[in-house]
Protein backbone atom coordinates (compact mmCIF):
# COMPACT_ATOMS: atom_id res chain seq x y z
CA UNK A 1 0.00 0.00 0.00
CA UNK A 2 1.58 3.66 -0.88
CA UNK A 3 1.90 6.19 1.92
CA UNK A 4 -0.80 8.96 2.46
CA UNK A 5 0.61 12.22 1.29
CA UNK A 6 0.78 15.00 3.93
CA UNK A 7 1.94 17.82 1.59
CA UNK A 8 3.43 18.37 -1.76
CA UNK A 9 5.95 21.08 -2.41
CA UNK A 10 6.75 21.91 -6.07
CA UNK A 11 10.15 23.75 -6.93
CA UNK A 12 11.59 24.58 -10.84
CA UNK A 13 11.57 21.68 -12.33
CA UNK A 14 11.73 18.95 -8.98
CA UNK A 15 8.77 17.89 -7.00
CA UNK A 16 8.81 17.08 -3.49
CA UNK A 17 6.17 14.91 -1.36
CA UNK A 18 5.99 14.38 2.45
CA UNK A 19 4.10 11.19 3.69
CA UNK A 20 2.11 10.94 6.47
CA UNK A 21 4.97 8.52 8.30
CA UNK A 22 7.58 11.16 7.26
CA UNK A 23 9.27 9.59 4.52
CA UNK A 24 10.24 11.88 1.58
CA UNK A 25 9.87 11.13 -1.76
CA UNK A 26 11.35 13.03 -4.50
CA UNK A 27 11.55 13.12 -8.65
CA UNK A 28 12.51 15.80 -11.43
CA UNK A 29 15.73 17.76 -11.99
CA UNK A 30 18.75 16.91 -9.73
CA UNK A 31 21.43 19.08 -10.87
CA UNK A 32 21.85 20.66 -7.80
CA UNK A 33 21.05 18.01 -5.38
CA UNK A 34 17.45 19.94 -5.23
CA UNK A 35 15.44 16.82 -5.16
CA UNK A 36 17.54 15.47 -2.33
CA UNK A 37 19.35 12.79 -4.35
CA UNK A 38 23.54 11.77 -4.85
CA UNK A 39 24.23 14.86 -7.44
CA UNK A 40 25.46 12.29 -9.63
CA UNK A 41 22.01 11.48 -10.40
CA UNK A 42 21.34 14.53 -12.75
CA UNK A 43 17.19 14.13 -13.48
CA UNK A 44 15.05 11.52 -11.65
CA UNK A 45 11.80 10.50 -13.17
CA UNK A 46 10.39 8.10 -11.01
CA UNK A 47 9.46 8.86 -7.37
CA UNK A 48 11.59 7.55 -5.52
CA UNK A 49 12.37 7.40 -1.73
CA UNK A 50 14.82 9.78 -0.06
CA UNK A 51 17.21 7.19 1.87
CA UNK A 52 19.67 9.65 3.44
CA UNK A 53 17.67 10.99 5.81
CA UNK A 54 18.96 11.44 9.76
CA UNK A 55 17.08 8.37 11.80
CA UNK A 56 14.10 8.75 14.11
CA UNK A 57 13.68 12.79 12.90
CA UNK A 58 10.50 13.99 12.51
CA UNK A 59 9.70 16.33 9.74
CA UNK A 60 7.74 19.10 10.09
CA UNK A 61 7.52 19.95 6.37
CA UNK A 62 9.18 20.24 3.10
CA UNK A 63 9.79 23.03 0.99
CA UNK A 64 11.00 23.41 -2.78
CA UNK A 65 12.90 26.42 -4.80
CA UNK A 66 15.05 26.90 -7.44
CA UNK A 67 18.01 25.33 -6.66
Same mark, same amino acid.
Given at each position: ?38 ? %? $? @???? #? ?7 P?NV??? %? $? @???? #?
Open positions: QKPAIKSIECGFEHTLILSQNDEIYAFGRNTFGQAGMPK %E $I @KVCA #KITKIENLKQIA %E $I @KAGI #K
